[in-house]
């Protein structure tokens, strides 16, 4: 089956300045990526996603990339703000499959 | 509320006990997960439902649990026998497949504890 490792597993940025957290996945017939942001207490919530037919996708602040020779793909906060604090789980998806497997998260602390 | 909801949202309970778990999904939504999340972890997969059939069950899923859902809509998962090992976040997330996926909503969870 599908195995996601994630990294680093926490993270800590000056606000403004950029974050990225970086994952890896073993099938490669996985075809969809989604981030999900899951503050303290609180479902987790998607805030990105990327299919295996794009390179890059961004949406304000977050982009994601995704390297499908290499089997990895990451997310990317710039200008980072106190309210983008929280644990972030990158997952991944093959195709014909339901079940999203999810890496371990990264807790990421944003210092004023 | 629109969202996938979850009762109860926390559960105390004593080792050996039976509990049951509800989770309600967006309306229209043809897919139902349910997910375990540990401490520190990211949330494993569990099982999952096509309308009332449930299509996949993990090997995490072991004989003393088992899920329905019923008419398609509500889902119910069951404990049964609780050990401590229970303890845990149990997430509801619910997806609309009109193309090969779609976003899977997750709802609040229910925080197990067996003590």
């Known amino acids: 089956g599908e195995n996601v490792e994630q990294h680093p597993s926490t993270l800590s940025v000056q606000e403004g300045d950029s974050a990225v957290i970086k994952c890896t996945y073993s099938d490669s017939a996985s075809n969809y990526f989604p981030w999900y942001k899951q503050e303290l207490g609180k479902r987790p919530q998607l805030i990105i996603d990327i299919r295996s037919n794009v390179g890059e996708k961004k949406d304000q602040r977050i982009a994601v990339t995704l390297n499908k020779t290499a089997k990895h793909f990451s997310l990317h906060i710039t200008e980072t703000q106190p309210e983008d604090s929280a644990v972030y789980f990158c997952a991944a998806i093959p195709f014909g499959n339901e079940k999203l497997t999810f890496g371990t998260g990264t807790r990421l602390t944003i210092i004023p | 509320d629109t969202g996938v909801s979850q009762d109860p949202r926390h559960k105390i309970t004593k080792r050996g006990q039976n509990v049951t778990f509800r989770c309600d999904p967006i309306s229209e939504h043809n897919r139902l997960y349910w ?71 997750f709802g609040p969870g229910t925080r197990l504890t067996v003590l």
């Not at chain 2, 008419?71 to 609309?96: N, P």
């Open chain 2, 35 to 105: 997910y375990r999340q540990t401490l520190g972890q990211g949330p494993e997969f569990l099982t999952y439902f096509q309308n009332e059939a449930q299509l996949e069950k993990s090997r995490l899923l072991s004989d003393r649990f088992s899920a329905e859902r019923p008419k398609g809509s509500f889902s119910t998962l069951e404990i049964q026998r609780t050990e401590q090992g229970d303890s845990a976040m149990y997430l509801c997330a619910s997806s609309l497949v009109t193309e090969y996926f779609n976003e899977q909503f």
